[in-house]
């Protein structure tokens, strides 16, 4: 097999201690559901669900079927996955076939998946989601006891799996009104399923802000994302642990995510010279730059033109220029002891210095998810100890 552009690496040791530290913030009983969509936030589903389960995980929530069987290409057969967005009508007899579990959110879905279910002689595995203010996904209140009849009425054929909702922005101090508004309705929901007497085997709520932040909203299982790829949710959340655990800093959290690439080509320009396409940078100086053989297509992204940074020999190097589709230049007139082949870290450490994925969302605006989700599946992605 040929070379690729660039190589990310995951860590074994960091996801291991991130797994450890949401583990004692959640206490021993609920399921960790490791979140795994947009290939696992661009760490790549393939490599990094293996490298979940060998850390304990046994549980995989996606965003589509799609992504769905990809999961099942790679896990064990111990592993159940979930799918909490689009699964299409055409697709339900497969999922049932598979075992796997599946949210709904209109009434309308529950007799088409009994005769599914029925024909199949499996049982299929659902997951309510209901409806309690982020209006996103969500089954209204006003159906909520026809689905409980429906479930209770057809128990062997459509198992009533779960019970959920999901969060809008749970990451941000200045939404916990909202936030407690949510709960309080999902705590609705389960007092009808009481009286109704038919009760989900799993009540699940909490993703990474709410698990680490309200413990109250930890029920029978978490949907961890971003947390368990070492980022906090957001600066409030960060906020609120340190203020728990009475400390100044925290790295509880760590990355386990790095990019690297090599050095394409090194060569001198003279000064008043331009570099790259158009004359958005010109030589103040001779200077010496290093060729990266990756660009915007690449996922390296285009805003950081002229203002990024890499690591070459654990010393910054400046994105000199535009970043081309599949190039860009960097400076290393101050780095003599860069060769032609080196290696450039473009998102995490080298010796001594660091590049963070919030380095390059700082200037470009993107959150982190969307940076990282945005990296090409083409990628190769491998496990480090
Ligand atoms: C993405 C997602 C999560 C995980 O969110 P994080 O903030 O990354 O932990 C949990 N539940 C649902 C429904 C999601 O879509």
Redesign the pocket.
Known sequence: MVRHSSRIELKKSAYKNNITFIRRKIGEHATISS?V?ANAYGHGIRTFVPMAEGCGINHF?V?SSFEAEEVMDVCSAGSRIMI?GILYEEDIPWAIENGIEFFVYNYERLPKILDAAKIIGKPAKVHVEVETGANRTGLPQKDFLNVLSFLKKHKQHVLFEGLCT?FGGA?SVSNQFKIDMQHKRYKAFLKQCREKKILPNTRHIA???AALAMPDTVYDMV?????QYGFW?SPDIYFSHLHETNKKADSSLKRIFSWRTDIMDIRDVEQGEFIGYGTSFQATHKMTIAVMPLGYSNGYPRALSNRGHVLIHGKKAAIVGLINMNLFMVDITHIKEARLGDEVVLIGRQHTNVINVSSFTNSTQLLNNEMLSRLPAAIPRTVVR
């Not at 949907?223 to 947390?227: L, M």
């Open positions: 979140v969509k929530s965003a909490m999901h990451e993703c990474s802000a949907r961890i994302g971003v947390a949710p």
